[in-house]
């Protein structure tokens, strides 16, 4: 049974046709959160539930554990000088791993009153680090239940000199964002509306637009009927998107490619690899790895 499902010739560029998932660990809660470093060649990703952040080493296949309890972080990245930037459900704040293992705080509230729960987080050219804040580290599965801490459901950045921006809080639930190559365009996804928004970065970090690029409804059939999630781009500016059966591929206008079918729903991925055509799968309960035909582009450049 092939793990593709195609809607345009030209996903068959991307992929190979014989691939198949390799799992690299199991036994996990829920997996979400995956951020490869080229230098130290690892993919760092969290267990939510189990408020753990693991650590797959490239040249062993071991898996151990980084961060624990990692306050039910989320999201995760690095920054330009390789620290680690993660998104913490249970304390709803931003915080960053220095290299001493000390943890520091970035943002935790908006004027005057705590985020609701830092879920995805990107880090842009010039330092400006932009994330998403639903409400979902508020739920009992994913975070502590409590009420929201904000009225609306954001996408924010934070400057290189540390102070906080709304970017547009027209949402419902915000949560996988990725740039383009050029870092011309943020893509930003809305789970509860089942699309992807998209806007233009100007050089003074300002953005603006926010129009829907596509919608990661379920095309193929399939009887996973999960919203869009986690989202990276490849080398061709491509949009990779978590979404119903598996990732949804989308090309720069917007027009879907294809589905990379997944065992498990696919909260989050990231490309990596010495030549970026691996694709490190979140499944579920799993962490699995696939063999592309076409590089991503790398989140992270040390």
């Known amino acids: 049974m092939s793990i593709?499902?195609?809607?345009?010739?030209?996903?068959h560029e991307l992929v190979v046709a014989d691939?198949?998932?390799?799992?690299?660990?199991?036994?996990?809660?829920?997996?979400?959160?995956?951020?490869?470093?080229?230098?130290?060649r690892h993919v760092t990703f969290s267990d939510i539930p189990s408020s753990r952040i693991h650590r797959w080493d490239a040249a062993s296949g071991e898996t151990a554990v980084l961060r624990d309890p990692s306050n039910m972080t989320n999201g995760t990245c690095y920054d330009a000088q390789g620290r680690l930037l993660m998104c913490e459900h249970e304390t709803s704040r931003v915080s960053r791993l220095e290299a001493d293992g000390s943890i520091s705080v970035l943002a935790d509230s908006w004027q005057g009153s705590e985020l609701n729960s830092p879920n995805d987080i990107v880090v842009d050219d010039h330092g400006n680090i932009w994330f998403t804040d639903p409400l979902y580290g508020r739920d009992s599965h994913t975070g502590v239940e409590r009420e929201p801490g904000l009225p609306f459901r954001g996408v924010f950045r934070i400057d290189h000199q540390g102070t906080l921006h709304l970017l547009d809080d027209d949402y419902i639930g915000p949560n996988g964002l990725c740039f383009s190559p050029d870092k011309s365009r943020l893509y930003v996804n809305d789970s509860e509306r089942?699309?992807?928004?998209?806007?233009?970065?100007?050089?003074?970090?300002?953005?603006?637009g926010g129009e829907v690029f596509a919608e990661t409804r379920d095309v193929g059939g399939f009887d996973d009927n999960g919203s869009p999630d986690g989202m990276k781009v490849d080398a061709r500016g491509n949009v990779w998107?978590?979404?119903?059966?598996?990732?949804?591929?989308?090309?720069p206008e917007g027009a879907l490619l294809g589905i990379v079918l997944t065992p498990q729903f696919p909260a989050n991925f990231c490309?990596?690899?010495?030549?970026?055509?691996?694709?490190?799968?979140?499944?579920?309960?799993?962490?699995?790895r696939l063999r592309l035909a076409q590089p991503g582009h790398p989140a992270f450049n040390p």
């Not at 593709?4 to 996903?11: C, E, L």
Request: net charge negative.
């Open 4 to 11: 593709y499902h195609v809607a345009d010739p030209r996903f």
């Open 19 to 40: 691939a198949a998932f390799e799992t690299l660990a199991e036994g996990f809660r829920f997996t979400e959160g995956a951020a490869w470093h080229p230098d130290e």
């Open 194 to 208: 089942v699309h992807i928004r998209l806007y233009h970065v100007g050089a003074d970090g300002s953005a603006t």
């Open 241 to 251: 998107c978590a979404g119903p059966g598996g990732i949804h591929v989308f090309d």
């Open 271 to 288: 490309f990596g690899g010495d030549d970026m055509c691996d694709l490190f799968v979140n499944a579920g309960t799993t962490f699995v």
